[in-house]
């Protein structure tokens, strides 16, 4: 396989999986699932956090496959993503709660979103 295509198809399955598995993080927020409330109780946010904060999740996975079409909004919306779970873990750091297993799942999605998608388009 050409290096070329190889990169793409890394670019594609990560942006696809990384959309997919964040995007359902944000129903969850958005529909009041009760874990996202479990989780902000437990890193002492208010509850009433979990619609905004699923919406900056969902506007995230919606903007990795758009970038697609748009690169610069995908890697903006990988880049967001990755300070959105910047901020996650400085939360679970302030509410001293060291259980970071779903937070590597999803930041490690989202970093390799944007690792991927600047490997595709290139750093400039």
Known sequence: MEKETF??????????????????????????????????DIMRVPRSWTLPLGLLLGAGALGLPAGFAVPALGTLAAAGLVL??????????????????????????AVAALAANLAYHGLG
């Open 84 to 109: 959105y779970f910047l901020g996650a873990f400085a939360a679970h750091l302030r509410a001293r709660d060291y259980h970071f297993g779903p937070w590597a799942v999803f930041s490690s999605l």
């Open 7 to 40: 990169v793409f198809a890394a670019y594609l399955v990560i942006t696809l999986l990384a959309s997919a598995i964040i995007g359902l993080a944000a129903v969850a927020n958005l529909i009041g699932h009760d874990y996202p409330k479990r989780q902000a």
